[in-house]
Structures are given as structure tokens and as C-alpha cells.
Nanobody, 123 residues
Framework: QVQLVESGGGLVQPGGSLTLSCTAS????????MAWFRQAPGKEREFVGR???????YYGDAVKGRVTVSRDNAKNTVYLYMNSLKPEDTAVYYC?????????????????WGQGTQVTVSS
């Protein structure tokens, strides 16, 4: 069983930056596609970005150019670096793992999820 634990959320001012981390235990981290999603109150879970087994990266349209996803297989950790943050980026951010090498932008494609970490962008 794979367990994912996110960290790094918090309160940040508009225009600021933040890095989230997600550390996995169990399973074969290096073989998984790893993704970040977010969910704001009253909204559907939204794809933020993913890094697949090959190292290729893909981003959602709402955050493209402002976020970077990376992974460190030696540390079983995936990161989400966000800059130029806006109030509309406020959400709970979730890390997810897909046992397939490619992943997807659809949340239902992921087998494992973290508990989420709150990011609030406000002055």
C-alpha cells in the first residue's frame, strides 16, 4: 500500500511563491506517474501538474507558466513549486500516484492520494 504525505502549505501573499512536497512510502515510487491536483470549496478537483516515469512534465492550463513539478526518486518525493500566486490559487492541494508510467489529467486515474495541504493566498 502506498502512502502519500504532503507538506509545505500555508498562507502566502499574492505574488508570492510556495513549494509543496509529497513523500511516498511503500510501493515503487520511481515507477509511478506523480501528480498534483487542487480543490477549492464548491469546485471540482482540478489538475495542476504531473511528472511521469520518464521525467516528462505536464501542466494544467490555469497554472501553466507559474508552477513547476519535479521529483527526486532517491527521496521518494515529488515537489510543486508555485510562483506569482493569486487568490484564486487558494485550495487544498493533493498529491496523487498512478501505477501506470504515464498518468493522466483525470483524478479518477490515480490509485493513491495524500490527505491534502491547504494553500491560502491572501493579503
Amino acid at each position: 500500500q502506498v502512502q502519500l504525505v504532503e507538506s509545505g502549505g500555508g498562507l502566502v501573499q499574492p505574488g508570492g511563491s510556495l513549494t509543496l512536497s509529497c513523500t511516498a512510502s511503500g510501493g515503487s515510487f520511481s515507477e509511478y506517474a506523480m501528480a498534483w491536483f487542487r480543490q477549492a470549496p464548491g469546485k471540482e478537483r482540478e489538475f495542476v501538474g504531473r511528472v511521469i516515469r520518464s521525467g516528462n512534465k505536464y501542466y494544467g492550463d490555469a497554472v501553466k507558466g507559474r508552477v513547476t513539478v519535479s521529483r527526486d526518486n532517491a527521496k521518494n518525493t515529488v515537489y510543486l513549486y508555485m510562483n506569482s500566486l493569486k487568490p484564486e490559487d487558494t485550495a487544498v492541494y493533493y498529491c496523487a500516484a498512478d501505477e501506470s508510467p504515464y498518468g493522466t489529467q483525470r483524478p479518477e486515474g490515480y490509485e493513491y492520494w495524500g490527505q491534502g495541504t491547504q494553500v491560502t493566498v491572501s493579503s
